[in-house]
C-alpha cells in the first residue's frame, strides 16, 4: 500500500510541475507577442525600454544604426 501511494505522490508532483513549467512558457510567449505588437506600432527612431519582473531590461531600438538596411520594408 505503501508503495501506490508512493507512486501516486511522485505522479501528481510530477503533473504539477509539468503544469506550472508549461503555464510558465505561455506567459513568456504572450507577454512577448504583446512586446512585438507594441515595437511593430513605433516610428521609425523610437527607442523602447521594457523592464522585466525578474529586473532585466529590454532594449529595443527601431530603425536602429544600419538605417533600415537589413530586412526593413525599403
Do not use: K, N
Request: overall charge positive; some cysteine.
Amino acid at each position: 500500500m505503501s508503495l501506490i501511494a508512493g507512486v501516486i505522490t511522485c505522479g501528481g508532483r510530477t503533473l504539477y510541475v509539468w503544469l506550472r513549467g508549461r503555464a510558465a512558457v505561455q506567459i513568456a510567449q504572450l507577454h512577448d507577442h504583446g512586446l512585438t505588437r507594441r515595437v511593430r506600432e513605433l516610428p521609425p527612431g523610437s527607442r523602447l525600454v521594457e523592464q522585466r519582473a525578474d529586473r532585466s531590461e529590454v532594449v529595443i531600438e527601431v530603425g536602429g544604426p544600419f538605417g533600415g538596411r537589413g530586412g526593413g520594408d525599403d
